[in-house]
């Protein structure tokens, strides 16, 4: 910024968008190392920071998938207490997704995890 009028100002650009693409690509994949331990709660926060912060990425449709993915895990592992409100989380993501990328390769996927959610809401109310 301070130097608008530079000759470098193109090459410090193209090393700007290459660092945040490889920020978004690192928080993705931090995200979905707490999917893959398990802790469902932890990956759904980490993939709404990258959904967030990285609002641009390639890797927002997929973090919206996993996000909807741990939701639902979080939910399906949770006491019963617990359970209708983490469901109803699934559906808000599930429609955030459906909204953001109508035509996203995800919405069957996550489909059937809304399937799966509102089934477990209309049993138990």
């Known amino acids: ?4 009028n530079s000759a470098r100002v193109k090459e410090a650009n193209t090393h700007i968008d ?3 693409k490889q920020l978004a690509h690192k928080s993705y994949e931090m995200a ?3 999917y893959r331990r398990g802790l469902y709660n932890s990956a759904s926060i980490a993939f709404r920071g990258v959904m967030k912060d990285f609002s641009e990425t390639e890797y927002r449709e997929k973090a ?6 741990a939701l639902y895990y979080y939910a399906n592992n949770s006491v ?3 359970q209708e409100e983490r469901y109803k989380k699934v559906l808000t993501a599930y429609e ?3 909204r953001s990328y109508p ?4 919405l069957e996927d996550a489909k059937k995890l809304q399937t799966y959610s509102t089934k477990y809401l209309t049993k138990h109310k």
């Open 32 to 34: 979905n190392n707490y």
């Open 64 to 69: 919206m998938l996993m996000n909807i993915k």
């Open 18 to 20: 290459q660092m945040r």
């Open 1 to 4: 910024n301070y130097y608008s």
């Open 80 to 82: 019963s207490d617990k």
């Open 96 to 98: 955030e997704l459906e």
């Open 103 to 106: 035509e996203s390769q995800y």
